[in-house]
């Protein structure tokens, strides 16, 4: 993962990269203001602000309950905020005053790769890509990214036509992003892509969000628990604890920070 993240450092100036500081004239691709959100009595997200600049993955960890899914559900217009503002290339999508519908969103680039994968069991594989490309009517374009999406999982091509529900672990999580990439986005969110799947298959999802980032441009958030390859392959994380941002910085940093290393790399 180490040799993947320089790599992955190296198109642009490290500077540029992994700084989560506003570049004068260019909004972050996102941005969430001093964010809070609750579920009833349940204080979920309290003043959380972090930037995604367009074209990085950007590293949201933090333990069960920390408030990550959250953050994903102020972005994506699952809820609502209750104070604060996500602004998605500079446009306010969800505030006290906003709520973009969830729909709108893939319309304007943004996936989201959900936690559990909801792959539909009774579907084929095809099927269930073909799901994520709903909103489009570019039938070459769409044949042309199902090529792309089979090239960069070959096992999905194996198993084109068989059953969601025939998947392992690793190989729903292939459609889920698969699905996810069908939708043409220039933003991706993942939840927990790591959670329940063998290592050498969270290595195989590793090194494709770092091809999605690097060759198709797309800006990441990924959301783990798995701080090790959340930090190997962003440029710049976010530690959430208790639904606050706790700590920040770019992610080689952090991977050698005391607090981290303790609580969050086994020490
Ligand atoms: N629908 C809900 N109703 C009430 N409380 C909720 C709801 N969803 C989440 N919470 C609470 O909000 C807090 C943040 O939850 P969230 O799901 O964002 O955490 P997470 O970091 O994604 O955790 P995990 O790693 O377990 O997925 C937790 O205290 C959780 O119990
Ligand atoms: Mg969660």
Same mark, same amino acid.
């Given at each position: 993962m180490t040799e993947l993240l320089e790599?992955?450092?190296?198109?642009?100036?490290?500077?540029?990269?992994?700084?989560?500081?506003?570049?004068?004239?260019?909004?972050?691709?996102?941005?969430?203001?001093?964010?809070?959100?609750?579920?009833? =009595?349940?204080?979920?997200?309290?003043?959380?602000?972090?930037?995604?600049?367009?074209?990085?993955?950007?590293?949201?960890?933090?333990?069960?309950?920390?408030?990550?899914?959250?953050?994903?559900?102020?972005?994506?217009?699952?809820?609502?905020?209750?104070?604060? =503002?996500?602004?998605?290339?500079?446009?306010?999508i969800n505030s006290r005053d906003t709520q973009?519908?969830?729909?709108?969103?893939?319309?304007?680039?943004?996936?989201?790769?959900? =936690?559990?994968?909801?792959?539909?069991p009774y579907m084929?594989?095809?099927?269930?890509?073909?799901?994520?490309?709903?909103?489009?009517?570019?039938?070459?374009?769409?044949?042309?990214?199902l090529e792309r999406v089979c090239e960069r999982f070959p096992r999905l091509k194996e198993r084109f036509h068989q059953h969601g529900s025939s998947l392992s672990g690793g190989?729903?999580?292939?459609?889920a992003i698969g699905r996810a990439l069908m939708a043409k986005p220039r933003l991706l969110l993942l939840d927990e892509p790591s959670l329940g799947i063998a290592p050498q298959v969270i290595r195989l999802i590793g090194r494709s969000l770092l091809e999605i980032n690097r060759k198709d441009g797309i800006t990441v958030v990924l959301v783990e628990q798995n701080s090790r390859m959340a930090l190997a392959l962003s440029s710049y994380a976010y530690v959430l604890e208790t639904g606050r941002v706790a700590l920040e910085g770019p992610s080689k940093e952090l991977m050698t920070n005391e607090h981290v290393k303790r609580l969050y790399l086994g020490g």
């Open positions: 790599k992955q450092a190296s198109p642009r100036p490290a500077a540029r990269e992994s700084r989560a500081e506003a570049t004068p004239g260019e909004p972050a691709h996102l941005e969430l203001a001093a964010v809070s959100l609750r579920y009833g =009595e349940v204080r979920a997200l309290e003043n959380v602000s972090l930037r995604v600049p367009r074209g990085s993955i950007v590293a949201l960890i933090g333990a069960n309950g920390a408030g990550k899914s959250s953050s994903l559900r102020a972005i994506t217009g699952l809820r609502k905020v209750a104070a604060g =503002e996500v602004r998605l290339e500079g446009r306010v973009e519908p969830t729909h709108a969103l893939v319309r304007q680039g943004v996936a989201m790769v959900p =936690e559990g994968r909801h792959v539909f084929s594989i095809k099927d269930n890509l073909l799901m994520g490309a709903y909103t489009r009517r570019d039938k070459a374009g769409i044949a042309t990214d190989e729903q999580q292939m459609v």
